[in-house]
C-alpha cells in the first residue's frame, strides 16, 4: 500500500493564476514548491544570469590552480585519471580539452571497469609512471584512494583531486589523502555552500575559474557546460541551484548548437530532435555507459575529442551497438535475478543481497536499480570477479547505503560511493555473513518501504488543458529535488481499458469525471493491480473496452504528440480503487 501526502497549499491559486498570467496547473507546481511570489517564481526560471558562487573558495581549488599553472609553464606530463560512468567520463573531457587548449602536455586514463575496478589504484599509478607522469589528476575519485595516493606521492608525482564523493570516515573522524590538494564539497567544513554538485559539474566550475585566473577567455565554455549538464542529469544529483542552472543551460544549448563533433554524431545515430533530461539520462547517458560497460570508457572519451567527422562517426556507432548490446544483456539478467529474489527467503530481508556468479559485472548496478525499483528496498546486487566479488548498491532516501557499508568494513575490500549509490567488492567467502550483517544492523521497517507519493495538487479535470501542460514545460528540467509536478483527482471512471506492448503490460485508458470531462491516460507501471481487478469483475485483459472501474488517481501531464496532432495524456503514477 503506498502513502499519499498532499504538499500544503498557503496561497489562493485563482488568485496567484490572475497575478502571474498562468494556468492552474503551474501554479499548483509553483506553489508546491514555496515559490509563490513573483519574485521567486522570476529567480526560478532565470538560470541564464543565475548567480554561483566564488568556486575557489571551495577547499583546495586555489591551490589546485597553482599547481596546474606550474606544471604547463614547465611542460609537465599531466595526466588524468577519470572513471568510467557518465560524470567520470565527462569531467575526464572538460578536464582534458580544457588543459590541452592552454597548451598543457595532457594525457588521460579511464580504469578498465573489470581489470581496474573503481578509483585509483596502484598498478595503473606505475604504468603512468612509466609513461612519464608528473602530475596527475583526478576526476570523480579520488577521495577514498589512501593508499594509492600515498604510493604515488613517495614515488614523487604531485597529485590534485576534484571529487564528489564522501571521504573515509574512521573514528567518526575524516581521512583525506594526502595530495598535493583535495577538492571535494563533501568534505568537512569545504568553504562553499553548495555541495550536491557531480564531478563534471565541479570540473566545468573549476575550469571556468582556472582560465580566469590566468587572464584568458574560456571559449570553450559553452560546450563544456553541455558535458557538465549530462552529467549531472546522469549522476543523479539533485537538480536545485547551481546544479538547475547547470543542466538547464546545458539543454539549451545542446538544442542550438552542438560544437562538439563526437557529441553532434552521437546525437544523429539517436536520431534525436528536440533534447530534453529523458534524452540525457535515457539515451545518450547510457550510450556513454554502455562502453565502459562492455569494452572499456576510454572509447567515449576518444568520441568526444575526436574532430575527424568519420572517426567521430565511427565511435558514435560503435557505443550504440554496445548500447543495444547491453540493453539485451541487462533484460535477460534481471529477469533471472527477479526470478531468484522472488523464489527464496531473499524477498523477505530488508536489504537485497543477490550474489549471481552468471551475471555481467558491469550491469549490476543496473539491475540494482531495478530491484530497488520494484521492492522499493535497498538492493545490492553481487557477482564473481577475478578477484574475489564485486558489486553495486542502490538506495532509497531514508537509508544511507555509505554508511551501512561503513559499518560493515569488516567484511568488505575496497568500497565507496554516496547516500544512494556505492560500489564493493569482498571475498566470496563473506558473501553470506555480509548479507546477514547487513540486515541485522538495519533499522529500517515495514512503513519505510511504502512508496511514498507526494501530490502538488488536487486537480479538477476542468482545468486540464493542452496549454496547461505546455506551460508545465518551462519548469524542466526535471529530477532529484525538482521533481516532476504530480497531481491528484478523486471519484474518476476508467473505461475503454486496452492493454499495450509486446506483454501487455502497459495500460491505456480514458478517464472522466463525474461531470463528464474526460482525459486519455496511461499507465506503464500497475497493470497486474488493473488486471486482478478486471478479473473480479469477470473481464480479461483481452476483452475489457466495456468494463468501468472507479478510481482516485495520481499523474503527471504530458503531451503526447503523433504526426501532426498533440493532445495531453494523464501519465498515471498510483491509484486506488473505491
Known amino acids: 500500500m503506498s502513502k499519499w501526502f498532499i504538499r500544503p497549499c498557503k496561497v489562493d491559486i485563482g488568485n496567484m493564476c490572475r497575478k502571474m498570467g498562468i494556468n492552474v496547473p503551474l501554479a ?84 578498465n571497469r573489470v581489470t581496474d575496478g573503481y578509483g585509483l589504484n596502484v598498478n595503473a599509478i606505475e604504468r603512468l609512471i612509466g609513461k612519464g607522469m608528473e602530475l596527475l589528476i583526478t576526476c570523480d575519485n579520488g577521495i577514498a584512494a589512501i593508499e594509492e595516493i600515498k604510493y604515488a606521492k613517495e614515488k614523487g608525482i604531485d597529485v590534485v583531486i576534484y571529487d564528489h564523493h564522501e571521504p573515509v570516515i574512521k573514528d567518526d573522524k575524516e581521512i583525506l589523502p594526502e595530495a598535493d590538494s583535495v577538492t571535494d564539497a563533501k568534505i568537512e567544513n569545504c568553504g562553499y555552500d553548495f555541495t550536491v554538485m557531480c564531478a563534471g559539474g565541479l570540473c566545468y566550475r573549476v575550469m ?98 575526436e574532430e575527424n567527422e568519420a572517426k567521430a562517426s565511427e565511435l558514435a556507432l560503435k557505443l550504440f551497438e554496445l548500447n543495444a548490446e547491453r540493453k539485451v544483456i541487462t533484460l535477460d539478467s534481471t529477469d533471472r535475478i527477479i526470478n ?73 575490500g575496497k568500497f565507496g560511493g554516496h547516500k544512494l549509490a556505492a560500489g564493493l567488492s569482498l571475498p566470496e567467502e563473506n558473501v553470506e555473513k555480509f548479507r546477514c550483517s547487513i540486515n541485522q544492523h538495519c533499522s529500517l521497517n515495514k512503513e519505510d518501504f511504502e512508496q511514498v507519493f507526494y501530490i502538488d495538487g488536487q486537480l479538477p479535470f476542468d482545468f486540464i488543458s493542452l496549454d496547461g501542460a505546455e506551460e508545465l514545460d518551462i519548469m524542466h528540467p526535471f529530477g532529484i529535488s525538482n521533481t516532476k509536478p504530480i497531481f491528484g483527482t478523486k471519484d474518476l471512471t476508467c473505461r475503454n481499458i486496452r492493454f499495450l506492448g509486446e506483454n501487455k503490460t502497459i495500460v491505456a485508458m480514458e478517464l472522466a469525471d463525474k461531470s463528464g470531462n474526460s482525459n486519455r491516460a496511461i499507465m506503464f507501471n500497475g497493470g497486474d493491480r488493473i488486471e486482478d481487478i478486471l478479473l473480479n469483475k469477470n473481464y480479461s485483459k483481452e476483452n475489457c473496452r466495456d468494463a468501468e472501474i472507479n478510481i482516485d488517481a495520481l499523474y503527471t501531464l504530458e503531451i503526447n504528440e503523433y504526426k501532426d496532432y498533440r493532445n495531453v495524456q494523464l501519465n498515471i503514477k498510483d491509484f486506488r480503487e473505491i
Do not use: W
Not at 560546450?223 to 538547464?248: P, Q, S, W, Y
Not at 562538439?260 to 555507459?289: A, K, M, Q, W
Open 28 to 111: 499548483l507546481a509553483l506553489q508546491a514548491k514555496g515559490l509563490n511570489t513573483p519574485k521567486k517564481v522570476k529567480d526560478y526560471f532565470n538560470t541564464e544570469n543565475y548567480s554561483f558562487g566564488d568556486i575557489t573558495e571551495l577547499i583546495g581549488v586555489k591551490r589546485s590552480f597553482e599547481i596546474i599553472e606550474k606544471a604547463i609553464n614547465e611542460n609537465k606530463k599531466i595526466f588524468i585519471y577519470g572513471d568510467y560512468d557518465v560524470d567520470g567520463v565527462t569531467s575526464t573531457v572538460i578536464l582534458y580539452k580544457s588543459l590541452k587548449a592552454l597548451g598543457a602536455n595532457v594525457f588521460y586514463y579511464i580504469p
Open 208 to 305: 571556468k575559474a582556472f582560465y580566469e585566473y590566468l587572464g584568458q577567455k574560456y571559449t570553450l565554455e559553452k560546450e563544456m557546460i553541455i558535458f557538465a549538464g549530462i552529467a549531472t542529469v546522469c549522476d543523479v544529483v539533485d537538480l536545485v541551484g547551481e546544479n538547475r542552472a547547470i543542466a538547464k543551460r546545458s539543454l539549451e544549448l545542446i538544442n542550438d548548437n552542438i560544437e562538439n563533433t563526437g557529441l553532434r554524431h552521437l546525437v544523429d545515430i539517436n536520431s534525436l530532435e528536440s533534447i530534453n533530461e529523458f534524452h540525457y539520462g535515457f539515451v545518450l547517458g547510457p550510450c556513454i555507459n554502455a562502453c565502459g560497460r562492455l569494452e572499456d570508457a576510454s572509447i567515449a572519451v576518444e568520441l568526444f575529442i
Open 340 to 412: 531468484e529474489v522472488e523464489n527464496s527467503n531473499l524477498i523477505e530481508d530488508k536489504i537485497l543481497v543477490v550474489y549471481d556468479k552468471e551475471l555481467h559485472e558491469s550491469i549490476a548496478g543496473i539491475v540494482a536499480g531495478r530491484l530497488k525499483e520494484r521492492y522499493n528496498k535497498p538492493a545490492i546486487v553481487l557477482t564473481k570477479s577475478e578477484k574475489g566479488v564485486k558489486g553495486s548498491c542502490r538506495s532509497i532516501d531514508k537509508y544511507n547505503i555509505f554508511e551501512a557499508l561503513n559499518k560493515e568494513k569488516e567484511y568488505l
